[in-house]
């Protein structure tokens, strides 16, 4: 297993019993605007 992907998993699991934020919090909307 990569320790790439290890630390991806530790920081989902932060995240999922409230310890750390997600670091983005953009829409897809944020950033294609709707001009189509």
Do not use: A, T, V
């Amino acid at each position: 297993m990569p320790i790439g992907y290890l630390m991806d998993l530790w920081e989902c699991h932060k995240q999922f019993i409230g310890i750390s934020k997600p670091r983005k919090d953009h829409n897809i909307d944020d950033i294609i605007p709707e001009y189509l």
